[in-house]
């Protein structure tokens, strides 16, 4: 069974950053595109970045561009979700997720987490 566990959210200040961990267990992410996306109180859910299993990346969310990047390290079965200029619209509960192979168009993800809140406020 797939399973994820997120970690690394939590209070920051508008203009900080946060980097997340998806480690991942009960399976190899290398055959895996992993995804991470966000939901806000009273929001739809927002997928964020999408990382492929040979390391290209798609960015769904247009307010993240240039401040979220995504990053992978198969050797520790994690993948990252580095938040740089952390807006107070930045918070949200954030999920990663897994997907077959390459990232969809939609940022849809087949198995996911439990979740790590992330708060930008001052």
């Known amino acids: 069974q797939l399973q994820f566990v997120e970690s690394g959210g939590g209070l920051v200040q508008p203009g900080g950053s946060l980097r997340l961990s998806c480690a991942a267990s009960?399976?190899?992410?290398?055959?895996?595109?992993i995804g991470w996306f966000r939901q806000a109180p009273g929001k739809e859910r927002e997928a964020v970045l999408c990382?492929?299993?040979?390391?290209?990346?798609?960015v769904y969310s247009d307010s993240v561009k240039g401040r979220f990047t995504i990053s992978r390290d198969n050797a520790k079965n994690t993948v990252y979700l580095q938040m740089n200029s952390l807006k107070p619209e930045d918070t949200a509960v954030y999920y990663c997720?897994?997907?077959?192979?390459?990232?969809?168009?939609?940022?849809?993800?087949?198995?996911w987490g439990q979740g790590t809140q992330v708060t930008v406020s001052s």
């Open positions: 997720g897994a997907t077959p192979m390459y990232c969809s168009g939609s940022g849809y993800l087949d198995y």
């Open positions: 009960g399976f190899t992410l290398d055959y895996y595109a």
């Open positions: 990382i492929n299993r040979r390391g290209g990346f798609t």
